[in-house]
């Protein structure tokens, strides 16, 4: 069989960072595409001697033909696509944010297509279901209808389908996965990024406010990056989408595992939940593609706080953006 060799798209974000690790830490070798800002969150959680062995290429997802020479010039046995704009950018933007999560997703299947690439791995996201009245009581099945609240879960599902014509007329492989709350070093943006920014005050010592409150599925960067992985190597054809499920809990549970990590720790949490169902079923996802990591909650938290303690202690983050 051939060397794997892995092109990854947003590998400067939080959930990149974590795959580049991983993958360089197995010795694969990678080719990193992203706009070419501040590599701040791959140095959180890399030695620079590890970084060292990662290609990066500086680049735009929105030009399909940077994005075509980059991936044939990388050699790629295996994509993972996670460059996209999140909900409050999409927001704030949503021209940019239809070029960055539609276009550029378009584009790397388009590429895949032309190079003769098998398979793409590609984030989506469960913000392309919709209000929780809509769903039975429950954690939400894989073939509940979608309706997306906002121009990011449009983007999101525009992909799912972008996926499904690619598979039918040109025989382009692919499977979404549906991360919910991605939690952990990193994780700094975002609609719900407050839950680790609280992790990051209780690791300095400062008091916080969660800016949401309810039910959510939360998940240890680490595994989600473990399963975006896993996915690329996955025997499949198709165009299957999956919903990642992680730890469904309150966010008061979050608190409390703050505390059992860092007793004395300030974290409150506002009562009003997200407009998002509870939880997701990833029964698919296990059938699709075997048993997926699963670090328990508290261990997560209590992980992620000794992390931004080391951190904070080297200098690699800081408190500024709390
Ligand atoms: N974080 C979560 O909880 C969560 C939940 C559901 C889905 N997702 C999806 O997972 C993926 C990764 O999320 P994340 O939290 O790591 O996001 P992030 O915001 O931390 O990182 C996104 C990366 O994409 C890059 N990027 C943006 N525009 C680009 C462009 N035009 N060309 C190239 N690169 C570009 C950014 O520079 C950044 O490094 C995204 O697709 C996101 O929508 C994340």
Excluded at 185 to 213: C, E, F, N, V, W
Aim: one cysteine or more; proline letters at 5%.
């Amino acid at each position: 069989m051939a060397e794997e060799r892995f092109f990854l798209t947003g590998a400067l974000g939080c959930l990149g960072s974590w795959v580049v690790k991983n993958l360089v830490d197995e010795g694969i070798p990678t080719t990193v595409f992203d706009l070419g800002g501040n590599p701040h969150r791959l140095k959180l959680i890399m030695s620079d001697d590890d970084l060292a062995k990662v290609t990066f290429i500086n680049g735009d997802v929105t030009d399909l033909n940077v994005v075509e020479t980059a991936i044939r010039d990388s050699g790629a046995t295996h994509i993972i696509h996670l460059a996209a704009l999140q909900v409050p950018f999409c927001k704030a933007d949503p021209m940019l944010g239809a070029r960055v999560n539609v276009v550029g997703t378009v584009n790397m299947f388009e590429s895949a297509k032309r190079l003769g690439i098998k398979k793409i791995v590609y984030a989506s996201s469960i913000a392309v279901y919709g209000a929780p009245s809509e769903y039975p009581e429950g954690l939400v099945k894989h073939d509940a209808p979608l309706h997306p609240l906002n121009h990011y879960g449009v983007y999101k599902r525009a992909n799912e389908g972008t996926a499904s014509i690619y598979w039918q007329d040109d025989g382009v492989s692919s499977i979404g996965l549906r991360p919910y709350t991605i939690y952990g070093p990193g994780r700094d943006q975002g609609l719900t990024s407050t839950p680790t920014k609280a992790m990051l005050a209780a690791a300095a010592g400062i008091p916080y406010h969660i800016s949401y409150g309810g039910y959510n599925g939360f998940q240890y960067t680490d595994d989600v990056a473990k399963i975006f992985i896993q996915a690329a190597r996955a025997a499949y054809e198709g165009a299957g989408v999956y919903n990642l499920r992680g730890s469904v809990a309150h966010v008061s549970e979050v608190v409390e595992a703050i505390k059992a990590a860092e007793p004395g720790a300030q974290i409150t949490f506002e009562a009003k939940p997200l407009a998002l169902p509870d939880g997701f079923e990833d029964v698919e996802l296990v059938k699709a593609i075997g048993a997926v990591p699963e670090t328990p909650l508290k261990e997560g938290v209590a992980m992620t706080i000794a992390q931004f303690k080391q951190a904070l202690a080297a200098g690699k983050v800081t408190t500024d953006n709390l």
